[in-house]
């Protein structure tokens, strides 16, 4: 049975009315909401890592700055997205400290290592693009502040993968050893990037609860078809070789076939026992007490102006 409130809830859920911070909403909705965008802003501030690596060896000045602007552009969301989950009564200093201590995720994808310049390219096209698809459907989400953060946040993706693609199609369509390095960036990135959209929607623990609250608008599964949909022609145009045996046009269901990622291979990278996760974690954690100094500045600065305030 229904309480008042909870009816009253899911009306504007249904009716595709926005909750907004100070609207009543079940506990789970709020915990569900602090998990999933908590664990999105986590994933653009680790997701600066494996792309910062390669700012002091892009190829050219151009390259290099497009890659910083990209970088600092994930920053950016990361704190729109810590802003968003703080409307919902958590603190950004709270998440964070979960996230060290092994208790928040952040995607799974970032746990991978980029070995080369092909794989930036990469990264900004596969990674990036896969990004847009789920997030250009959470522009729809119930929930108000995370879905006007999705707004801005996809205008920048959008060039976030436009980079990318003209960064990889340089290296597809130049010398033969360019082209080698850009087919092995795609065939090592591809089913991780099919990985970010979660476990099928049979295996998916939260799906079903979070699109009844539209949290999620289109499940794991359905995602991840779009996203290969919008993809394989993309791969064609760069003349390069599928990175799937699997992959095939159903003319009866009008999509692409193609085969699943290792599940027991994502579920050991969201365990913690990924190729990167602890060079990741290790790397946080220092940028976070690197910063220590800047934070105490800052209280002191405040504490000092407050107390003048007084005098
Ligand atoms: N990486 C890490 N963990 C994942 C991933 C992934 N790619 N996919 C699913 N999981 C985790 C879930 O968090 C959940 O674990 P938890 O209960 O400990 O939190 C578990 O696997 C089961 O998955 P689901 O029940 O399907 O989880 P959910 O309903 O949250 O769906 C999804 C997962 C699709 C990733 C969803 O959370 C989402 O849309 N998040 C927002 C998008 C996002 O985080 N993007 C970041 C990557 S892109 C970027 O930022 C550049």
Known sequence: EMSDEEREFQDKVDNDIKIEPRDWMPEDYRRTLIRQ????????VVGQLPEGNWITRAPTLERKAILLAKVQDEAGHGLYL??????????????IELLHEGKMKYSSIFNYPTLNWADIGAVGWLVDGAAIVNQVA??????????????RICKEESFHARQGYDAFMKMAQGSKEQRRMAQDALNRMWFPCLMMFGPSDAESVHGEQSMAWKIKVKSNDELRQQYVDQTIPQIDYLGLDR?????????ECEHYDFSMP???EFFDVIKGNGPC?????RDRVAAWEDGQWVRDGLLAHARKRAAQKVA
Not at 37 to 44: D, L
Not at 82 to 95: F, I, K, N, Q, W
């Open 138 to 151: 959470l522009q729809r989400t119930s929930y108000g502040p995370y879905a006007r953060a999705m707004v």
């Open 262 to 264: 290792d599940w027991k």
């Open 37 to 44: 965008i908590g664990q999105h802003a986590h994933s653009e």
């Open 82 to 95: 810590y802003s968003a989950a703080e409307t919902l009564g958590v603190s950004r200093d709270e998440m």
């Open 243 to 251: 990175p799937d045996p699997g992959i095939e046009w159903n003319e």
């Open 277 to 281: 996760n602890r060079d990741r974690m």
